[in-house]
């Protein structure tokens, strides 16, 4: 396939490029994150005296002042920061979230303020064989020249804060995260702050005994002083080179433009080689990105209107995310998708009222996905035992029934989504494990089928006949997250999973049995069921079959 000008459209090849850049700029991140990680951990030993920072530095040179530490640190450095370089020259357009900004910024100042440091310690050892100690090093940046030791403060923390974000981007997108943010911010915090305030400790430990620790004299070098300076010229015509670069390709480019349409009759007209996300930024419309444009996430997604013929096919790397999402056939990834010629879009996440204003506040208004446990009831009959009373008698009954299961439910430390009719959808595992949340849907089932004796027994005088329930449990994958639109918003879930639930509690009211447990909830739940009638269920829209366990009785499993 070909583009417009005989141009060749973007192939898989590329595509595969692209991602490994990106795998190797992550693996060169998480290498340096280590190093800092190291290196703050040494410092922090500075509350304990100097001796033990000097004790944890022998460590810590044994790790990265070996040939393979070496190159794989520097190595690291190189290749991250030319990767970073790349990515800037890719970009097409600069207009981007503060986060992404901040990441690209923070990046970029490192080497200035850390090149100081790095000709001081490492670039010196190398060149003269003398090893800068703690002493030596704390007593110059702080009392010698504290002015350049809150500069190399600042610079540390520059690096952490850059790594961290690279983490958070990395991360975010991963269902486990919300419930382990709490404690990944906390270690971020603490990790940069022990850090200094074990440098602190140590500067007034060698201020108040400067002769303790003696004034070792560094070997001079001739080639040491020019170390500097031509490590600021190299790194600051890298950056001028990637921006003239970037400057120059953007030249033919704007003679080649495409137009991107969408809705409210709003236009953005980019070179050809943006991206619909592109587009969206370089004119100011609003468009939902959470991985920041990486292709990790579906939220920039747009459902393609017209123009969809003639464009460039979606790369691995989105047709991966697509089939994940199990997106139809005309939509695209819009961080992803470069169209070749005009097009008309619609974002499919609204960034209208809730939309923006939930996806900034980030956690579940985003959309997770997340493995929970599902349960659905109904009552039985009901539709014929409201036609033989009054509606206030119907109502009564009905809001005994939702108190019952509601009460149910939040005891055995579930959450109601919603009711619907008679019916009572119930989600478990939002702060749980999938195993705790298999057992949680297990004990409210019992829960309700107790309560719902308890009800039959209170109003007897007033039923023809008990009240009886068809329950579904199962437990999977479920896309968790604020829906709806204005007062109407709240958390729900949806997805295979929600419709495995629905479609058991039906099975429950055919066979006439009052509840059916899948084969996967009752695994996370250790359940033993081998004893009782097993039967394979179809689940409309589902390719595999489901495994399930047919229980006559809810309370003959007992507790």
Known sequence: MTSVRGKPAPDSGSSEIHLRTREIRLFTGLVLGAFLLTHFSNHALGLVSVEAMEDGRSWFNRLWRNPAGTVLLYGSILVHFLLALLALYRRRTLRMPWREAAQLILGVSLPFLLVGHVVGTRIEWALTGHDSG???????????????????????????????????????????????????????????????????????????????????????????????????????????????????????????????????????????????????????????????????????????????????????????????????????????????????????????????????????????????????????????????????????????????????????????DKFIGDGVLALFGLKASPQQAARQALDAALRIKAALVHLNEEYASEFEQPLTIAMGLHAGPAIVGQMGYGQATSLTAVGDTINAASRLEGLAKELDVELVISEDLASRAGLDLSDRDRRIVQIRGRAAPLGSWIIPRADGLGR
């Open 134 to 416: 703690y002493p030596e090093v704390v007593r110059n940046l702080w009392v010698l020249n504290p002015g350049i030791g809150a500069r190399q403060s600042v610079a540390l923390l520059i690096a952490w804060l850059h790594g961290c974000l690279g983490v958070y981007f990395w991360l975010r997108p991963k269902s486990w995260f919300p419930r382990s943010a709490l404690l990944l911010y906390t270690g971020a915090v603490l990790v940069p702050v022990l850090a200094l305030l074990g440098f602190a400790e140590a500067g007034r430990e060698i201020a108040d005994a400067p002769g303790r620790f003696g004034t070792p004299v560094p070997p001079s070098s001739d080639i040491l002083p020019a170390a500097g300076p031509l490590l600021y010229a190299a790194f600051g015509g890298l950056i001028a080179a990637t921006l003239a670069a970037r400057f120059i390709r953007s030249v033919p480019l704007w003679s080649r433009r495409v137009r991107v349409f969408y809705p409210n009759d709003q236009v953005a007209t980019v070179p050809l080689g943006f991206s619909v996300l592109e587009a969206s930024r370089s004119a100011g419309i609003p468009h939902i990105s959470v991985c920041g444009g990486r292709g990790r996430c579906s939220t920039c997604r747009v459902r393609v209107l017209d123009g969809h013929q003639r464009q460039p096919p979606p790369t691995p790397q989105e047709r991966g995310t697509l089939a994940r999402i199990k997106a139809g056939p005309n939509v695209r990834l819009a961080c992803q998708f470069r169209p070749t010629h005009d097009v008309s879009v619609v974002p499919i996440l609204s960034t209208g009222r809730n939309g923006v204003t939930a996806l900034v506040r980030g956690g579940r208004a985003q959309g997770q996905e997340q493995e929970i446990a599902v349960l659905f009831c109904d009552l039985r009959g009901f539709t014929s035992l409201a036609e033989r009373r009054l509606p206030f008698d119907t109502v009564f009954i009905l809001n005994r029934y939702f108190e019952a299961v509601g009460q149910a439910v939040e005891d055995a430390g579930g959450y109601i």
